[in-house]
């Protein structure tokens, strides 16, 4: 089975400041990487994914994500970010089961004025 | 196009009730899950279809039961609720696998 693992539950940041959310994954076989945002009260929305192809993954809202096979890492970045981007991020993978997704446990974004 | 809904929105039962949740897609999706989501625990699949007619388990499916009648709908039963199963459910839908899921606006559910 695949895990994730998100290994900050928590990111303070100032607005315009850039920022990472870390995901690793584990897994023996092919995967399929995804990054979710969760808005208070809402569903998830999907903000990019990887399928294949270039490692580099553009998203909406200016996120991007690089796919890093030999760390088993799936980093989410911006650059800048903004108030609107406070919300909680959810890294996911897909692999030898592709029916099957299983999500990170979620960082929560705080960006402060 | 409302996308995926779910029915009810918040729901408070007590100890041995059961009730059925309602998931329902208008985009024409194969694909359909149910999950729940814990503080600190992230999204946990608990069924899933991949057809009309069709389900499986996920990660967590004891306790639960489905059904995938009408290609549209799936409905997820909690035959006997136990206050462990209180969280938010979420349904999704995709048109096949692994691709981008879209998520209902969730259910929660509190047991007493």
């Known amino acids: 089975a695949q895990s994730v693992t998100q290994l900050d539950s928590q990111v303070p940041v100032f607005e315009e400041a850039p920022v990472e959310l870390r995901c690793n994954y584990s897994s023996s076989v092919s995967v399929y990487l995804f990054w979710y945002v969760q808005y208070p009260n809402q569903g998830l929305q999907l903000l990019l994914k990887y399928l294949s192809g270039s490692t580099l993954v553009k998203g909406i809202n200016g996120f991007e994500a690089e796919f890093n096979k030999s760390q088993t890492s799936f980093h989410l970045r911006k650059p800048s970010v903004h108030i609107s981007d406070t919300a909680e991020y959810f890294c996911a993978v897909s692999g030898d089961n592709f029916n099957k997704f299983y999500f990170g446990s979620g960082t929560k974004l705080n960006v402060k004025p | 196009n409302a996308g995926v809904t779910q029915t009810p929105k918040f729901r408070v039962l007590k100890t041995g009730q059961s009730m059925t949740l309602l998931c329902a897609q208008d985009m024409n999706h194969e694909y359909m899950y149910w999950y729940r989501q814990d503080p600190g625990m992230g999204l946990r699949l608990i069924h899933y279809s991949v057809g009309e007619g069709t389900t499986a388990k996920g990660e967590v499916p004891d306790g639960y039961n489905v059904s995938r009648l009408k290609k549209q709908n799936f409905l997820l039963g909690l035959e006997s609720a136990a206050p462990s199963q209180t969280s938010v459910y979420f349904c999704?839908?995709?048109?096949?696998?692994?691709?981008?899921?879209?998520f209902g606006p969730g259910t929660r559910l509190l047991v007493l």
């Open positions: 999704a839908s995709s048109f096949s696998s692994p691709e981008t899921q879209y």
